[in-house]
């Protein structure tokens, strides 16, 4: 029997629904994966030791790593979808990208920096930026609050509080992450967080 | 891919018949049901290890979320007032990006789209899904339109037969003449003139017939005459120099 055309009308706005909702989770996996990709490639952070001893020329292996990924990704958006869609789904990478190097201080096992370690990491911020930059359109303000964040380990604790009173660029779990880690001129201080709070409260 | 094609090429082969087109959105409908579903067993084929999917599975918060990113509003043309600049970015910190920083172990390779073809095939499955939807939805909006148009078309026809009725004051129709000297019923005719113009003919009623309706269509036509007000024999200016 011949379906009614009322029948078909439900059957087709079903279908509708379900080719949309499937067609977004698709979207949406695409997007997380793509951020995903970059935090994995960033956990390698974890492990790096940073206390170097000799001056790198190149930035650590897996930013190199990092930069072919998303440019061969890039390659497949670029084929397969509208550049608008290409753009979404790297879409605010470079912010998270520049944030998860500053937010990973903590997670690091080694806890040690040394001068080479700290331009290792600025070398590879700026790495990352500048393949980065040929992808999408990018802010090279956050690469630059990396390497302003890491330079703070150079500085001694005193330089540090005075840094603290002036600079409102980075928060205070971030400013005690750098106590916890211990520079090339500066040691591990117990009271160091203590002051550090009230620095920040009396603010 | 190939039953994508054949759904496309029956959509516009419909979208051309006038006769049939039911049957093969019928057709259309059943290839459709099988192409959502081999899309929807080569994604969860896919998807069963990766940590995209899975998390946007177990977090319903995080998939209205990211409805309410601007950008993906932007894309889509939805409506800007539903865009959460707020709720999307920290539903994705808080699924995805603190999840990740802080793990103790890493994630696993197959954790992510690892090969370029599942990659593109995900792409593709996406892009040929929205098509299709948008397909779809022109095709019910049309079939709706198509229903609302005959609805009306009754209602128009039913309404003139009640309204002829009423006139002639009488539950049996008035028998009229027809062209031949015979008698027919009111029924109001519609013809072609050949140049796609249709015509209205309404049978004449007989000749010693007293009826409402012959008082109607013998009433003469009274419409005021249009008067020339001293304004509008004034000359506009032009719009255009």
Known sequence: MAMKSSDINIGMSNYFQLFQDLSTKIFFALKIDARTRCLTHLDAMKYTNYFCPEESIEPEKWTSK?????????????????????????????????????????????????????NLIKKSSLAIQQNLSDLVPMKELDFTKVRN???????????????VNDKTEFNLAQFKSILNTEGPNRALSLSAPLTLVELWSSK | ????????????????????????????????????????????????????????????????????????????????????????????????????????????????????????????IHDSLEWLSVQINTISHWKYYKEIKELATNWKD???????????????????EDSNGGESSPIIKFSDSGDGIQQITIPLPKKDAISPWAKIRDQPIEAPLPSITPWQQVSFPKIHD
């Open chain 1, 149 to 163: 964040y890491y330079d703070l380990l150079l500085l001694t604790e005193k330089e540090l509080f005075q840094n």
């Open chain 2, 1 to 124: 891919v190939n039953l994508n094609m054949w759904v496309r090429e029956l959509f516009k082969i419909s979208s051309i018949l006038t006769s049939n087109r039911d049957d093969l959105l019928e057709v259309a409908e059943t290839l459709l049901k099988r192409y959502f579903q081999e899309c929807k067993q080569k994604f969860n084929d896919l998807s069963m290890n990766l940590f995209s999917v899975q998390t946007l599975i177990q977090s319903p918060a995080l998939y209205a979320a990211l409805k309410k990113d601007p950008s993906w509003i932007k894309i889509y043309g939805y409506d800007r007032r539903l865009a959460s600049t707020e709720e999307f970015k920290n539903a994705l910190e808080t699924y995805v990006d603190k999840v990740l920083i802080e793990s103790i172990n890493p994630l696993k390779r197959d954790a992510l789209l690892n090969k370029p073809t599942d990659l593109i095939l995900l792409t593709n």
């Open chain 2, 158 to 176: 039913g309404f003139l037969k009640k309204k002829r009725k009423s006139i002639d004051g009488a539950s049996t129709p008035m028998p009229v």
């Open chain 1, 66 to 118: 990092l930069n072919l990924d998303l440019e061969n990704i890039q390659s497949v958006y670029k084929k397969y979808l509208p550049k608008t869609k290409s753009d979404y789904l790297f879409e605010g990478l470079g912010l998270l990208i520049s944030e998860s190097m500053i937010n990973i201080l903590p997670k690091l096992r080694c806890k040690i920096f040394n001068h080479h370690g700290i």
